[in-house]
């Protein structure tokens, strides 16, 4: 079974400040990977998809990458702004036959002005 | 293009009471898949259809059902509901299964007392 770990459950920040989201996951039979941000109260908003046989993608301010081998991704977020306050997700969709999204529980990051 | 959207939005039943929520997924996209969000659980995959058909499933007793017309709305339904059904039940769409980003709507809070 799939399991996916996210470091740290909550982090608080400065304005400005770069920052790391990390998400582990067990098998690294994976068949993508993708980061979503959701706000209080509302569904998930896509941010990032890395295929398997891809190590990053870019968007904007945002960098994620992917280390299959060591069951590893990271969500990069540069020049971090109070409206990036959100709870971040990572999601691993398997190889196998099922397309489901294992999800981690996710990383609520908290931006101060 | 409009995006995933869900009804209703909130929902207040009683325990042992039926319910049905109802997702149109983006235009185009063929493959929808539900999941359940709970504080403590997380979000949970429950199932996903594509052309009509079930093609994954999720832990969850039978009272969860679900169901995708020629047009790939979907409904799902849960029946003889329980105090601990209460949740987000967020629904996504994607092209088809298992390919590219899963895009997902605001969800329906269902309150069960």
């Known amino acids: 079974k799939q399991e996916v770990t996210q470091i740290p459950a909550a982090l608080s920040v400065p304005e400005g400040e770069n920052l790391v989201l990390n998400c582990s996951f067990t098998d690294s039979a994976i068949y993508n990977l993708q980061w979503f941000r959701q706000d209080p109260g509302k569904g998930l908003t896509s941010l990032l998809l890395?295929?398997?046989?891809?190590r990053e993608q870019t968007s904007g301010r945002l960098n994620a990458s992917l280390d299959k081998s060591s069951g590893r991704s990271t969500l990069y977020i540069a020049a971090s702004q109070p409206g990036d306050s959100a709870t971040y997700l990572c999601a691993v969709r398997r190889s196998n036959s099922g397309y489901a999204l294992n999800f981690g529980k996710g990383t609520s990051l908290l931006v101060t002005p | 293009k409009a995006g995933v959207t869900q009804t209703p939005r909130y929902l207040i039943k009683t325990r042992g009471q039926q319910v049905t929520l109802s997702c149109s997924p983006i235009?185009?996209?063929?493959?929808v898949s539900w999941y359940q969000q709970t504080p403590g659980q997380g979000l949970q995959f429950l199932f996903e259809?594509?052309?009509?058909?079930?093609?994954n499933k999720g832990n969850f007793p039978g009272r969860f059902s679900g169901r995708q017309f020629s047009n790939s709305r979907s409904e799902m339904n849960v029946s003889t509901l329980e105090l601990g059904d209460s949740a987000l039940y967020l629904c996504a769409s994607s092209l088809m299964p298992g390919q590219g980003e899963q895009y997902f709507g605001p969800g329906t809070r269902l309150t069960v007392t």
């Open positions: 259809y594509f052309s009509e058909t079930q093609r």
């Open positions: 890395i295929q398997s046989s891809q």
């Open positions: 235009s185009g996209h063929r493959s």
